[in-house]
Nanobody
Framework: AQLAESGGDSVQAGGSLRLSCLYRIFTTYYCMGWFRQAPGKEREGIATIDIDGNIRYADSVQGRFTISQDSRKSTLYLLMTNLEPEDTAMYYC????????????????????????WGQGTQVTVFS
């Protein structure tokens, strides 16, 4: 798969951003997800969506972020509202190549090890 994120920016705390991930799937996928990585920290999964539209969020973004997908445009979105300085990070989208259906029983986990195709990332900076 090929993935390309866009939409990152610098924004004041309390503001909103919408990230986009244009994807091209060559084989298949079951899960797609948004991850982020702050300097000196591990890459963490924040939102996932499976091929049936089931969605899971990390507690840190629940209620503030919304993941969605437009399959006609081959685009995954992440709407981020009420942004906090702690949300500052490089944001990545990823797909699992279909493996989650077999390895996790169809549950899209937020572990980076479940995903094998990644975009280059887009930077989000939130200042107070």
């Amino acid at each position: 798969a090929q993935l390309a994120e866009s939409g990152g920016d610098s924004v004041q705390a309390g503001g909103s951003l919408r990230l986009s991930c244009l994807y091209r799937i060559f084989t298949t996928y079951y899960c797609m997800g948004w991850f982020r990585q702050a300097p000196g920290k591990e890459r963490e999964g924040i939102a996932t969506i499976d091929i049936d539209g089931n969605i899971r969020y990390a507690d840190s973004v629940q209620g503030r972020f919304t993941i969605s997908q437009d399959s006609r445009k081959s685009t995954l979105y992440l709407l981020m509202t009420n942004l906090e300085p702690e949300d500052t990070a490089m944001y990545y989208c990823a797909t699992d190549g279909g493996t989650s259906l077999f390895t996790t029983g169809g549950v899209c986990r937020r572990s980076k090890y479940d995903y094998d195709s990644w975009g280059q990332g887009t930077q989000v900076t939130v200042f107070s």
